[in-house]
């Protein structure tokens, strides 16, 4: 009994801290996504709110706490409210694999820099998720009873079962390399700069599209089609359950980030610099400069996804399919093929 | 009382209980919805048994791709409650409830056996379940069942395919002999 409590208290802890982490960066990156959109088109941005409109994004829940929660009539209110739950949950919980540095070394004890970085299935956990993702953006469509809610929850759940498979495929190169199917094994693998991005610039390619059409991200933002779809399957939303579909798109774009830094951008490698740093394994310093080092390449990923956003206009609905179907799906398995003729013969 | 069974108790009771809702509800999406609950629950006994590639699957695939066809089928039909028969004490139920009761009495004894002898695990036991482990086996062992299932996958694809676009096939047919008409 004594030992669940404290596999509980410790894994709780855990919890607490990634999921106020995650809920800070999804703040953060909306000011950041108002901020980089207002100097692409030559505006001034967020700068009311405290110094340099740092305070916007808790002024903006603190308004979506407020509002009033409308039901539409013919909505089924169950499911209603449940759609943003799922949708928030699923994109929490991919951060329970997510290794942010390697080890801590206290006495005798090594503290793993995640929840579960170490877990056997590894990656597949997080395709798994993005996979259950899909039910609350359908459900969210179907239970308001609008038909462009309905019609924006099922493109997205086309869009996302279509471009998991390409996503797959271009993981299964990475694996290949690495030999391991652990996180921490993928990023340990990529030391010194031997990084994936230089290795496996395809995959790198078709992971990163595949991750702009799962996060609903423009150029593929097509669920949300605002001239064809009103809002897409959050149209009937209001108050703080539209909020959490807002967060919840921020938090997948911080996981997506975070997954593309750890398979393809080394994590928390970086060449040199712990050399010359010279912090011993372990130890709290070495810890500190990974997280920061894992820290930059994440904000830098998330910095290309809002650049792209505000740079690239929408792809139409044929043209998605055909891109993931036809092309994406297709090289993904040539990496896959050319991977394993190359590693066999090196 | 140690963690696995403390898992193994909710996930047992919380599986069996949305198992009944999925097929005692009228509304179609409640019954698919909780399905999928089902299929999470399963997931919590796979975990407790070490098959952790079994359990990813079971998500993956079920709960993440047929269930999700499941749903979009539902929604798309705008499937209404189900409309009740008239229940009439027949055969069939008086045989169900025997076979109920026999099964019960067969658990029973089952768990009652169990308590008395020792029953040992397989060797490695804990590792079958990896993907590392499996992946062997099905890569050496099992080379043979593996490709021909996959044979018969992409048999089943194609004709799947070749049905759906038989139909579309024709209906340009129709229309243009409509034209020519």
Same mark, same amino acid.
């Given at each position: 009994?004594?030992?669940?409590?404290?596999?509980?208290?410790?894994?709780?802890?855990?919890?607490?801290?990634?999921?106020?982490?995650?809920?800070?960066?999804?703040?953060? !990156?909306?000011?950041?996504?108002?901020?980089?959109?207002? /100097? #692409?088109?030559?505006? +001034?941005? =967020? $700068?009311?709110?405290?110094? *340099?409109?740092?305070?916007?994004?808790?002024?903006?829940?603190?308004?979506?706490?407020?509002?009033?929660?409308?039901?539409?009539?013919?909505?089924?209110?169950?499911?209603?409210?449940?759609?943003?739950?799922?949708?928030?949950?699923?994109?929490?919980?991919?951060?329970?694999?997510?290794? !942010?540095?390697?080890?801590?070394?206290?006495?005798?004890? /090594? #503290?793993?820099?995640? +929840?579960? =970085? $170490?877990?056997?299935?590894? *990656?597949?956990?997080?395709?798994?998720?993005?996979?259950?993702?899909?039910?609350?953006?359908?459900?969210?469509?179907?239970?308001?009873?609008?038909?462009?809610?309905?019609?924006?929850?099922?493109?997205?759940?086309?869009?996302?079962?279509?471009?998991?498979?390409?996503?797959?495929?271009?993981?299964?190169?990475?694996?290949?390399?690495?030999?391991?199917?652990?996180?921490?094994? +993928?990023?340990?693998?990529?030391?010194?700069?031997?990084?994936?991005?230089?290795?496996?610039?395809?995959?790198?390619?078709?992971?990163?599209?595949?991750?702009?059409?799962?996060?609903?991200?423009?150029?593929?933002?097509?669920?949300?089609?605002?001239?064809?779809?009103?809002?897409?399957?959050?149209?009937?939303?209001?108050?703080?359950?539209?909020?959490?579909?807002?967060?919840?798109?921020?938090?997948?774009?911080?996981?997506?980030?975070?997954?593309?830094?750890?398979?393809?951008?080394?994590?928390?490698?970086?060449?040199?610099?712990?050399?010359?740093?010279?912090?011993?394994?372990?130890?709290?310093?070495?810890?500190?400069?990974?997280?920061?080092?894992?820290?930059?390449?994440?904000?830098?990923?998330?910095?290309?996804?809002?650049?792209?956003?505000?740079?690239?206009?929408?792809?139409?609905?044929?043209?998605?399919?055909?891109?993931?179907?036809?092309?994406?799906?297709?090289?993904?398995?040539?990496?896959?093929?050319?991977?394993?003729?190359?590693?066999?013969?090196? | 009382?140690?963690?696995?069974?403390?898992?193994?108790?909710?996930?047992?009771?919380?599986?069996?209980?949305?198992?009944?809702?999925?097929?005692?509800?009228?509304?179609?999406?409640?019954?698919?919805?909780?399905?999928?609950?089902?299929?999470?629950?399963?997931?919590?006994?796979?975990?407790?048994?070490?098959?952790?590639?079994?359990?990813?699957?079971?998500?993956?695939?079920?709960?993440?791709?047929?269930?999700?066809?499941?749903?979009?089928?539902?929604?798309?039909?705008?499937?209404?409650?189900?409309?009740?028969?008239?229940?009439?004490?027949?055969?069939?139920?008086?045989?169900?409830?025997?076979?109920?009761?026999?099964?019960?009495?067969?658990?029973?004894?089952?768990?009652?056996?169990?308590?008395?002898?020792?029953?040992?695990?397989?060797?490695?036991?804990?590792?079958?379940?990896?993907?590392?482990?499996?992946?062997?086996?099905?890569?050496?062992?099992?080379?043979?069942?593996?490709?021909?299932?996959?044979?018969?996958?992409?048999?089943?694809?194609?004709?799947?395919?070749?049905?759906?676009?038989?139909?579309?096939?024709?209906?340009?047919?129709?229309?243009?002999?409509?034209?020519?008409?």
């Amino acid at each position: 009994m004594n030992e669940i409590l404290w596999l509980l208290l410790i894994f709780g802890i855990k919890a607490i801290i990634i999921i106020s982490f995650v809920m800070l960066c999804a703040a953060a !990156f909306v000011y950041l996504e108002r901020k980089i959109s207002a /100097v #692409i088109q030559n505006r +001034i941005g =967020p $700068n009311r709110v405290g110094p *340099f409109g740092l305070l916007q994004p808790f002024a903006d829940v603190l308004k979506l706490f407020l509002k009033e929660d409308i039901v539409p009539k013919n909505a089924n209110r169950f499911y209603h409210s449940l759609a943003p739950i799922i949708t928030l949950g699923v994109a929490f919980s991919v951060f329970a694999i997510i290794p !942010f540095a390697s080890y801590l070394k206290i006495g005798d004890r /090594v #503290i793993h820099m995640g +929840i579960a =970085p $170490n877990i056997n299935i590894g *990656f597949l956990f997080v395709l798994a998720m993005t996979s259950v993702g899909v039910y609350g953006i359908t459900l969210a469509g179907w239970s308001s009873n609008n038909k462009y809610s309905l019609l924006g929850g099922l493109r997205s759940a086309a869009q996302m079962i279509s471009y998991e498979l390409a996503m797959g495929l271009a993981v299964i190169s990475i694996l290949l390399m690495s030999q391991d199917l652990t996180l921490t094994g +993928i990023v340990e693998a990529q030391k010194g700069l031997k990084w994936n991005i230089f290795l496996q610039p395809l995959a790198f390619i078709i992971f990163l599209t595949s991750s702009f059409a799962e996060t609903n991200r423009s150029p593929f933002d097509l669920p949300e089609a605002e001239p064809e779809l009103v809002g897409g399957y959050n149209t009937e939303y209001s108050g703080m359950k539209f909020g959490m579909f807002f967060l919840a798109e921020y938090a997948n774009m911080a996981a997506a980030s975070a997954i593309i830094s750890l398979l393809f951008l080394g994590g928390w490698n970086f060449p040199f610099i712990y050399e010359w740093l010279g912090f011993a394994n372990g130890s709290v310093e070495l810890v500190l400069v990974q997280l920061l080092v894992f820290l930059a390449k994440m904000l830098f990923m998330v910095f290309f996804f809002i650049w792209t956003r505000w740079s690239i206009p929408r792809f139409r609905y044929d043209q998605l399919m055909n891109l993931g179907w036809k092309i994406l799906l297709p090289l993904g398995l040539l990496n896959i093929l050319v991977t394993g003729i190359i590693l066999m013969y090196i | 009382m140690s963690l696995t069974f403390l898992i193994f108790g909710i996930s047992a009771v919380l599986a069996i209980a949305s198992g009944i809702v999925t097929i005692s509800t009228k509304n179609p999406i409640t019954s698919a919805i909780s399905l999928v609950f089902h299929f999470f629950m399963l997931v919590g006994l796979y975990l407790t048994l070490q098959a952790q590639f079994v359990a990813a699957i079971q998500v993956l695939v079920y709960a993440g791709a047929i269930m999700v066809l499941v749903v979009f089928v539902i929604m798309l039909l705008n499937v209404g409650d189900e409309q009740k028969l008239k229940d009439k004490m027949s055969f069939k139920s008086i045989l169900a409830i025997c076979f109920a009761i026999i099964m019960g009495v067969q658990f029973f004894i089952i768990f009652n056996v169990v308590k008395t002898t020792n029953i040992k695990l397989a060797d490695h036991a804990s590792e079958m379940g990896s993907v590392q482990m499996i992946g062997k086996e099905l890569f050496t062992n099992y080379i043979f069942p593996f490709e021909a299932i996959s044979l018969l996958l992409l048999t089943a694809i194609v004709g799947a395919v070749v049905i759906s676009k038989r139909k579309l096939l024709s209906n340009e047919e129709l229309s243009l002999n409509k034209i020519e008409d």
